[in-house]
């Protein structure tokens, strides 16, 4: 025996520890809490990892993965807990009471993990792909339906950019095509102002000939 081995005799428990009885007991007046302080008072207590308002560890360790609040409702069922299942029917409520699933699952899904030997009928169970082929090669059957591809997404098209010189001669043929189209409209109005000037004139002049005097005599008495 050697004292780095001694340990407790089987069953045998520590009295619980009785402070504040007096200062023969080691535990007398502050009962254990020391002087003043948070911790010497009645509810002076912090929640644990607190650090007097230092940013705690827990806080200052990057986190990474997730943890899903709905892993548990499915449940995992091996294909031989199928084969010790005596119903030939198996649906949730089935492997409720059966044991295999416990109470709060709110699904449950077959994996391949071990044999299958005997025909089973499941309903509203999902299974993988590789527990289907097991089950339907053993004459059984499942309403559990088939899994569906993604259709795979086409790539985006990203218009290339022309070049600026082209875009530069661009402008340039709007721009003279603009300034021609101008220019036109600007010889064409005043086409139409040079034939009204003209057409005015000759009106004018007309209305002179009518006033001069008789006939034959241009600008003479009569």
Do not use: C, W, Y
Not at 58 to 76: C, I, M, V, W, Y
Not at 104 to 115: C, E, L, Q, R
């Amino acid at each position: 025996m050697e004292l780095n081995t001694l340990k407790p005799a089987p069953g045998s428990k520590h009295v619980r520890k009785r402070v504040a009885r007096g200062i023969g007991s080691g535990t007398g007046k502050t009962g254990g809490r020391g002087h003043k302080g948070q911790r010497a008072r009645s509810g002076g207590f912090h929640k644990v990892g607190f650090e007097g308002g230092q940013m705690p560890l827990q806080r200052r360790l990057p986190k990474r993965g997730f943890n899903s609040p709905t892993r548990e409702d499915t449940a995992e069922v091996l294909l031989s807990d199928l084969e010790r299942v005596k119903a030939e029917k198996i649906d949730l409520a089935v492997l409720k009471e059966a044991g295999v699933v416990p109470g709060s699952a709110k699904g449950a899904k077959v994996i391949v993990s071990g044999k299958l030997t005997r025909k089973v009928t499941l309903t509203g169970v999902a299974v993988s792909k590789g527990a289907r082929a097991a089950i339907e090669a053993a004459g059984g059957s499942t309403d559990a339906p088939i899994p569906q591809p993604k259709p795979k997404r086409e790539p985006k098209v990203v218009p290339v950019p022309q070049p600026q010189v082209e875009g530069q001669s661009a402008k340039g043929e709007a721009r003279r095509e603009k300034g021609a189209g101008d220019a036109k409209a600007a010889s064409e109005s005043k086409g139409e102002r040079g034939a009204k000037d003209k057409g005015e004139g000759k009106d004018k002049r007309e209305a002179k000939e009518t006033r001069s005097g008789p006939e034959g005599k241009k600008g003479g008495k009569a």
